[in-house]
């Protein structure tokens, strides 16, 4: 591994980022075509924070969070700081000293690969994170790493400067290129499903609404009484 820090990566509009944002991982995730999904293990510290940022990674050694506090300084407004270790560990790499710096920088949030702690005080300074575990265990700040790389979590890989949408459904990356494809498939499938939400608050039926109906047979499924079905 190199250790550098990249100090000016080419980064996503962080108002597209934002917009995707609100957006939500799901829609965003769906609308790109079922892809950049980190997985179910990325939970969030704590529940209703819905944010899209800018990527800025950073990659460390098990237990060691020194590139953490070099990745800080990297960081501008609309940021998401993203953490990978380099072998896998659930250590509480990051905490709410951490996040104070951070959002004195205008960062969105935090995502990481290992441990998160401290969750009482990110919840009460409303600071997002997500993690695939909460940990208490302390780390030392003894090894180099890098900042800036891409970085892989979740069998994703991201780029320093991608967009990274994150919210109770966990997490997904937007590659820099796919921002307006993203931007233009989200807003097609929220229009979509807010027609399908007012059919279905109208009594309508997904089976007839995706014209599904039709296609039971082709599928081998037969509807029978429930005498028929006891008897056979
Ligand atoms: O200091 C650390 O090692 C991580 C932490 O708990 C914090 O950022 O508050
Ligand atoms: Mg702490």
Same mark, same amino acid.
């Given at each position: 591994?190199?250790? +550098?820090?990249?100090?000016?990566?080419?980064?996503?509009?962080?108002? &597209?980022?934002?917009?995707?944002?609100?957006?939500?991982?799901?829609?965003?995730?769906? $609308?790109?075509?079922?892809? *950049?999904?980190?997985?179910?293990?990325?939970? #969030?510290?704590?529940?209703? $924070?819905?944010?899209?940022?800018?990527?800025?990674?950073?990659?460390?050694?098990?237990?060691?969070?020194?590139?953490?506090?070099?990745?800080?300084? !990297?960081?501008?407004? *609309?940021?998401?700081?993203?953490?990978?270790?380099?072998?896998?560990?659930? &250590?509480?790499?990051?905490?709410?000293?951490?996040?104070?710096?951070?959002?004195?920088?205008?960062?969105?949030?935090?995502?990481?690969?290992?441990?998160?702690? &401290?969750?009482?005080?990110?919840?009460?300074?409303?600071?997002?994170?997500?993690?695939?575990? +909460?940990?208490? !265990?302390?780390?030392?700040?003894?090894?180099?790493?890098?900042?800036?790389?891409? +970085?892989?979590?979740?069998? !994703?890989?991201?780029?320093?400067?991608? =967009?990274?949408?994150?919210?109770?459904?966990? =997490?997904? =990356?937007?590659?820099?290129? &796919? =921002? #307006?494809?993203?931007?233009?498939?989200? !807003?097609?499938?929220?229009?979509?499903?807010?027609?399908?939400?007012?059919?279905?608050?109208?009594?309508?039926?997904?089976?007839?609404?995706?014209?599904?109906?039709?296609?039971?047979?082709?599928?081998?499924?037969?509807?029978?009484?429930?005498?028929?079905?006891? $008897?056979?």
């Amino acid at each position: 591994m190199r250790n +550098v820090v990249v100090t000016d990566p080419p980064r996503a509009d962080v108002g &597209d980022a934002e917009t995707l944002g609100g957006f939500g991982t799901a829609t965003v995730h769906e $609308a790109l075509g079922r892809v *950049g999904y980190l997985g179910p293990e990325f939970r #969030p510290a704590w529940a209703g $924070a819905r944010i899209g940022g800018t990527a800025v990674t950073a990659l460390c050694w098990p237990g060691d969070n020194l590139m953490i506090h070099v990745a800080v300084e !990297q960081c501008r407004p *609309g940021d998401v700081l993203v953490v990978a270790t380099n072998s896998p560990s659930t &250590d509480g790499l990051f905490g709410e000293l951490f996040a104070t710096a951070l959002a004195r920088r205008g960062v969105r949030g935090v995502v990481l690969g290992c441990g998160v702690r &401290d969750v009482a005080e990110l919840r009460e300074m409303g600071f997002p994170a997500w993690s695939r575990a +909460v940990s208490a !265990q302390g780390s030392v700040k003894a090894t180099a790493g890098a900042v800036n790389v891409p +970085v892989v979590l979740g069998g !994703q890989t991201i780029h320093p400067g991608d =967009v990274v949408v994150a919210d109770d459904d966990g =997490v997904m =990356v937007v590659p820099r290129a &796919d =921002v #307006p494809r993203a931007l233009t498939a989200s !807003q097609a499938r929220i229009d979509k499903e807010a027609a399908s939400r007012a059919a279905f608050a109208d009594g309508e039926l997904g089976l007839d609404r995706y014209g599904l109906r039709d296609k039971l047979p082709e599928f081998g499924i037969e509807y029978v009484s429930y005498d028929k079905w006891v $008897a056979e």
